[in-house]
């Protein structure tokens, strides 16, 4: 059941990114040019996502299991540190270039542009990069 | 700042939004999740992570939305804003830095910011302002 549950959220969650103005770069750049002719549109994204989410997040936060028995997989960690923060900003810099991020880069794979499949493709592998230095570090 | 009237989509803009909270609120109700790509996606590339198949079917679900777009409506097209190197690199920088700032835009922005999490409310902080630097510098002190 937890399985259907997933593939349901995940495709849900993709319409939503698709309809939203998310998955198109132009949109993105264009919220995030503040100098220049801003298009406030993914503000209403974020405040209309989380209205929906945080009754849901507020009753989950109190829970030990989810409705399906699942155990509540939250994070834990509550200290700021430079990693967040500096992987964050990293993040934003990329996000900034392309006006792409990982949700919507993945609904827009099938279609097949070559920006898509480059950037998932680098993605990856700042993600693999990660886990290797990650791995040293811990060895 | 002026602003972009043609441009602006508040409805799509606030149904999808929409959307998107419903999908994190049924992840985290029933699977007790976060609906977080780049987590999702990372834990996916480690060799042991707990939850793989739910993880998977989640990303599964999103790579496959546009096939069951498309039965109903047409696609956006996206406009694309730079060339292959400008993609390669955001691409690395984002693959990287999520990874080291523990969540994108959906598991920091959406999911975090429900949660009212102060690790998210920072991250969210520095990615957008990340963001609209990059953004600032690209298009109005390098020209664009």
């Known amino acids: ?139 | 700042m002026t602003i972009d009237w043609a441009g602006f989509t508040p409805w799509p803009a606030l149904a999808g939004g929409a959307l998107i909270g419903l999908a994190a609120a049924l992840f985290v109700l029933l699977n007790g999740r976060i609906a977080g790509i780049s987590g999702l996606l990372g834990g996916l590339l480690e060799r042991h992570t707990e939850g793989r198949a739910e993880k998977a079917l989640f990303v599964l679900g999103l790579v496959l939305a546009p096939l069951a777009w498309v039965l109903f409506a047409q696609l956006p097209e996206p406009d694309f804003q730079v060339g292959w190197l400008g993609t390669l690199v955001a691409g690395l920088l984002v693959g990287i830095g999520t990874r080291y700032g523990s969540g994108c835009t959906s598991g920091h922005g959406v999911c975090g910011l429900s949660r009212l999490s102060p690790r998210s409310l920072a991250a969210t902080l520095a990615f957008m302002a990340a963001g609209f630097a990059t953004v600032f510098a690209l298009r109005h002190l390098f020209g664009g």
């Not at chain 1, 939203?20 to 298009?39: E, H, I, N, R, T």
């Not at chain 1, 480059?118 to 570090?137: D, K, N, P, Q, T």
């Open chain 1, 1 to 139: 059941m937890r399985k259907l549950t997933a593939f349901v959220a995940g495709l849900v969650f993709g319409f939503g990114l698709l309809l939203s103005g998310m998955a198109d770069p132009a949109k993105v750049v264009g919220f995030l040019d503040l100098a220049g002719s801003w298009d406030p549109s993914l503000a209403l994204v974020m405040a209309g996502a989380i209205g929906v989410a945080l009754l849901p997040f507020t009753w989950a936060r109190r829970r030990e299991r989810s409705l399906l028995g699942a155990p509540m997989a939250l994070p834990r960690k509550r200290e700021l540190d430079g990693r967040l923060i500096g992987g964050s900003l990293l993040f934003g810099v990329g996000w900034g270039i392309a006006g792409i991020c990982p949700g919507p880069a993945l609904a827009l794979l099938v279609t097949g542009y070559w920006q898509v499949l480059l950037f998932v493709f680098a993605m990856l592998g700042g993600m693999a990069l990660f886990s290797a230095l990650e791995h040293r570090r811990n060895h």
